[in-house]
């Protein structure tokens, strides 16, 4: 059975994963919190947490609140800054089977641009993705991915600070999300991951005040499947390049809906913090359903469900 899928086959090096189950960033640390739990060198890829120039503390607790199926974040990109990613875990991660994606974000374009040409050229760094849909930042984020142009604009300028292969990941808050695919393609993004979180609230009625000590927040997990995976198979339909889907994925048979709809792989959060081995757990259920249906070839599943 072959489950081997080329996630940017127009790129010199190439992201060749082995299976199509990756985990999706700020679920899944750096990769070595979970290393005791399971043997994570089986995965597709593994996506850290999202890196900025300088360490950042987050926002105010509380940061996280359970909603009906789905998971309310306001992190904040809390993270160890791309100078400790690069000291501490990337020489860790260079005798990794398993190829690790580093997910950045910037405030400005040129923050991106610093970032990608500081991790070019680390062993153990096999891609970048570029987040310009984080909902849980004041300036950047999320309002780089809303509009096709400046979506582009982010892209351009990290292509040109790399020699690494680059996914550009998606917010679901634009008017039009193939427009902005078709935008970061065309400014040279290698593969196209969606979607991260939708902004959400919730409200503490005995306090009477928002929940979350930043108000709003990243709505993930099972509440958000349909919306993503139908924004999956628009932006399948409008790019070349291969697509990412992420987005309430909690079992394989949502993995394999995503892989239908026209994903090349996927990637699992939320999932994660209610099943640590969901990722693996995940990995073996597809594997099972392709023994079933008697499928040799991943690829044979990818759009699928397409007309
Ligand atoms: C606690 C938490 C932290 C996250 N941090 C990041 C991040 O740093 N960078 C990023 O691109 N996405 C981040 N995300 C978004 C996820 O990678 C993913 O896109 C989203 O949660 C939808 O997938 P899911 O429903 O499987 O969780 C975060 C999500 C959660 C729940």
């Given at each position: 059975?072959?489950?081997?899928?080329?996630?940017?086959?127009?790129?010199?090096?190439?992201?060749?994963?082995?299976?199509?189950?990756?985990?999706?960033?700020?679920?899944?640390?750096?990769?070595?919190?979970?290393?005791?739990?399971?043997?994570i060198?089986?995965?597709?890829?593994?996506?850290c947490?999202?890196?900025?120039l300088?360490?950042?503390?987050?926002?105010?607790?509380p940061r996280?609140a359970?909603t009906?199926?789905?998971?309310?974040?306001?992190?904040?990109?809390?993270?160890?800054?791309?100078?400790?990613?690069?000291?501490?875990?990337?020489?860790?991660?260079?005798?990794?089977?398993?190829?690790?994606?580093?997910?950045?974000?910037?405030?400005?374009?040129?923050?991106?641009a610093?970032?990608?040409?500081?991790?070019?050229?680390?062993?153990?760094?096999?891609?970048?993705?570029?987040?310009?849909?984080?909902?849980?930042?004041?300036?950047g984020?999320?309002?780089?991915?809303?509009?096709?142009?400046?979506?582009?604009?982010?892209?351009?300028?990290?292509?040109?600070?790399?020699?690494?292969?680059?996914?550009?990941?998606?917010?679901?808050?634009?008017?039009?999300?193939?427009?902005?695919?078709?935008?970061?393609?065309?400014?040279?993004?290698?593969?196209?991951?969606?979607?991260?979180?939708?902004?959400?609230?919730?409200?503490?009625?005995?306090?009477?005040?928002?929940?979350l000590g930043?108000?709003?927040g990243?709505?993930?997990?099972?509440?958000?499947?349909p919306?993503a995976?139908?924004?999956?198979?628009?932006?399948?339909?409008?790019?070349?390049?291969?697509?990412?889907?992420?987005?309430?994925i909690?079992?394989a048979?949502?993995a394999?809906?995503?892989?239908?709809?026209?994903?090349?792989?996927i990637?699992?959060?939320?999932?994660?913090?209610?099943n640590?081995?969901?990722?693996?757990?995940?990995?073996?259920?597809?594997?099972?359903?392709?023994?079933?249906?008697?499928?040799d070839?991943?690829?044979?599943?990818?759009?699928?469900?397409r007309?």
């Amino acid at each position: 059975m072959n489950l081997s899928v080329q996630l940017a086959p127009k790129h010199q090096k190439g992201l060749l994963l082995a299976n199509p189950v990756m985990t999706a960033s700020g679920t899944f640390g750096y990769g070595t919190e979970y290393s005791h739990l399971f043997d994570i060198q089986r995965l597709g890829a593994i996506v850290c947490k999202g890196t900025t120039l300088k360490p950042k503390e987050g926002n105010p607790q509380p940061r996280l609140a359970e909603t009906a199926s789905g998971l309310l974040n306001s992190i904040g990109l809390q993270n160890i800054g791309v100078k400790a990613l690069i000291e501490e875990k990337a020489p860790l991660w260079a005798h990794w089977r398993v190829p690790v994606i580093v997910n950045i974000a910037g405030e400005t374009v040129d923050e991106y641009a610093q970032l990608a040409s500081q991790l070019d050229g680390v062993a153990g760094i096999s891609a970048i993705e570029i987040n310009i849909s984080c909902p849980n930042i004041k300036a950047g984020g999320a309002a780089f991915g809303a509009h096709p142009r400046s979506a582009a604009e982010v892209t351009t300028a990290v292509k040109a600070a790399t020699s690494l292969p680059v996914l550009v990941k998606l917010t679901p808050h634009t008017s039009n999300i193939a427009e902005v695919a078709i935008a970061v393609a065309e400014a040279g993004a290698d593969t196209i991951s969606l979607i991260n979180t939708l902004k959400g609230m919730t409200i503490d009625i005995a306090k009477r005040r928002p929940l979350l000590g930043s108000v709003s927040g990243g709505l993930s997990g099972p509440a958000i499947k349909p919306v993503a995976l139908y924004m999956v198979y628009e932006v399948a339909g409008a790019v070349e390049v291969p697509v990412v889907g992420c987005g309430g994925i909690i079992t394989a048979s949502d993995a394999i809906e995503f892989i239908m709809a026209g994903a090349s792989a996927i990637q699992v959060g939320t999932a994660s913090f209610t099943n640590p081995r969901a990722p693996l757990d995940i990995l073996e259920g597809i594997k099972q359903f392709m023994e079933k249906e008697e499928i040799d070839n991943l690829t044979d599943l990818i759009g699928a469900a397409r007309g």
